[in-house]
């Protein structure tokens, strides 16, 4: 079993910055794809960013690339989104999700197979 615990949401004005963490606990293994979704009120869960188990490979969002970067620490079991330039649009609750079958970056949600709880970004205009 493993445990995925999200921090680092907040509320934040359009053109500012913050940044999700991730930590897995558990049966955890860093062979695998790792990535961030989001869902926003009344909105289907959608892809923000995916990066393939060594880090090597990462694929974004249309909606966000350029803006924010993914990366993981497989020696402390990390996963962080570094959010830069938010927009209100960005507004949601963001999930931290890994995989346990795909080695390379992933955007398919039904990939992935164990989610953490979430953590809310609030972007005030």
């Known amino acids: 079993q493993v445990q995925l615990v999200e921090s680092g949401g907040g509320l934040v004005q359009a053109g500012g910055s913050l940044r999700l963490s991730c930590v897995a606990s558990?049966?955890?293994?860093?062979?695998?794809?790792m990535g961030w979704f989001r869902q926003a009120p009344g909105k289907e869960r959608e892809f923000v960013a995916t990066?393939?188990?060594?880090?090597?490979?990462?694929v974004y969002a249309d909606s966000v690339k350029g803006r924010f970067t993914i990366s993981r620490d497989n020696t402390k079991n990390t996963l962080d989104l570094q959010m830069t330039r938010l927009k209100p649009e960005d507004t949601a609750v963001y999930y931290c999700a890994g995989s346990t079958r795909y080695y390379s970056a992933t955007y398919y949600l039904h990939r992935y197979d164990y989610w953490g709880q979430g953590t809310q970004v609030t972007v005030s205009s």
């Open positions: 558990g049966r955890t293994s860093s062979s695998y794809a």
């Open positions: 990066i393939s188990w060594d880090g090597g490979q990462t």
